[in-house]
């Protein structure tokens, strides 16, 4: 059997929660408070986009990406944000027409770019071929990954149509499917490519 008693192990726990108690706690908080004033502010850049059609104008900090910027300070929230690390396709926005994922993207690269996002998709009160055809395959499931993948079909429309199944599968392929419903989505991509 152990030699340790629960009244000894109590009393050297007591012991040891009171010396840690003594040290940091008098010397952490200012230290801290004293390296916060002494921290170099964050760079800022005034930049100027297009998204969707619109001219916009703000000041960004370096270190932000062109997700953060759309969903936290445009409040476009339709690009969604998965990963936040560039592997599942969620935040898929075009960039001057092409596919990118906007969570590895910085602001302040899209500086005088076009940014086109699912917002942008309808006009006028008119759905895109590319949605309609995705509701009439019951593409979305959840719903989580569908604007991204409304938008890499559409950066792989604006390039090409009357696409063949293997190419709608590789246009499609950065962009994960946690519902795994991607036969219908590339089932829909197809359909849509066909009326264009
Ligand atoms: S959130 Fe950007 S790739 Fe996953
Ligand atoms: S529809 Fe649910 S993640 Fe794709």
Request: charged fraction near 20%.
């Amino acid at each position: 059997m152990s030699g340790i008693t629960r009244r000894s192990f109590l009393g050297r726990s007591g012991a040891g929660i009171a010396a840690a108690a003594t040290v940091p706690a008098l010397t952490v908080g200012p230290q801290r408070k004293a390296d916060a004033q002494q921290r170099e502010p964050v760079p800022q850049t005034r930049i100027t986009l297009t998204v969707n059609g619109e001219t916009r104008a703000l000041t960004v900090e370096d270190r932000w990406t062109l997700v953060e910027v759309l969903r936290d300070h445009l409040r476009l929230t339709g690009t969604r944000v998965g990963c936040d690390r560039g592997e599942c396709g969620a935040c898929t926005v075009l960039l001057d027409g092409r596919n990118i994922y906007a969570c590895s993207y910085l602001a302040v690269w899209a500086d005088g770019k076009d940014v086109e996002t699912v917002e942008g998709l309808a006009r006028n009160g008119a759905l895109d071929p590319l949605q309609e055809a995705f509701i009439e395959h019951d593409a979305p499931q959840c719903g989580f990954c569908t604007s991204g993948q409304l938008m890499s079909a559409k950066a792989l429309l604006n390039e090409r149509t009357n696409v063949t199944e293997a190419g709608v599968r590789e246009a499609l392929a950065g962009n994960i499917c946690r519902c795994s419903n991607f036969l219908n989505y590339q089932a829909a991509v197809l359909a849509a490519s066909r009326r264009a």
